[in-house]
């Protein structure tokens, strides 16, 4: 790397010089030799910017899946079977397809690797918690370093958690949820009738 910075800053004080004296300049060097440079703060510009983008879509996904819960589930026993199997098997498909999982240059992008919906039944609030499990962010050139050199004072526990989606393995993100029972008016049955 001491090298490549050693050339480029050579062939920079060349150039000036040369434009200094009335001589045309290399400009086409600098440019080959400063863009791939250039490649890599984009790339990794880019990965800080998917996670971004995946929290957001959680978010979003998070309040979909909570607001349909609330909707579409029931309270009465009997439909349990039918919410915690088909309903929160198509709310997760939809949210599957909403995220990215599905498309694979999106899941690519966003390193996904797994999701997971849960929904815990209270006396008052339905707890819907959406869980999703990222794969490496697969920048190794950032991690060339350890991280406690890399995240010395004032970076905290952020840079530490930071450097490691980056360089060790993926995060679990998690979005919870708290939903009422019901928002609906309930059909009124009386005691004892079916």
Same mark, same amino acid.
């Given at each position: 790397m001491r090298t490549a910075l050693k050339t480029v800053r050579l062939r920079l004080r060349r150039a000036a010089a040369g434009l200094k004296e009335g001589r045309p300049g290399q400009a086409m060097t600098e440019v080959v030799l400063l863009f791939p440079l250039f490649l890599l703060i984009v790339f990794i510009t880019a990965k800080i910017f998917a996670l971004l983008v995946l929290v957001q879509k959680l978010e979003i996904a998070s309040y979909y899946a909570a607001r349909r819960w609330q909707l579409e589930s029931h309270l009465n026993a009997d439909h349990v079977g039918? *919410? *915690?199997g088909t309903l929160k098997k198509d709310i997760e498909k939809n949210i599957r397809g909403y995220i990215g999982f599905d498309?694979?240059?999106v899941s690519k992008f966003l390193n996904l690797k797994e999701l @997971?919906? *849960?929904v815990v039944r209270t006396q008052v609030w339905n707890v819907v918690t959406i869980t999703v499990v990222t794969s490496p962010a697969g920048v190794k050139m950032l991690c060339k370093y350890p991280k406690q050199a890399v995240c010395t004072y004032p970076y905290g526990a952020e840079c530490m958690?930071?450097?490691d989606y980056l360089c060790q393995g993926g995060k679990q993100l998690e979005v919870i @949820?708290?939903?009422p029972n019901r928002d609906r008016p309930i059909q009124f049955v009386l005691p004892g009738l079916k």
């Open positions: 039918w *919410d *915690d498309t694979p240059s @997971k919906l *849960d958690s930071g450097h @949820k708290y939903v």
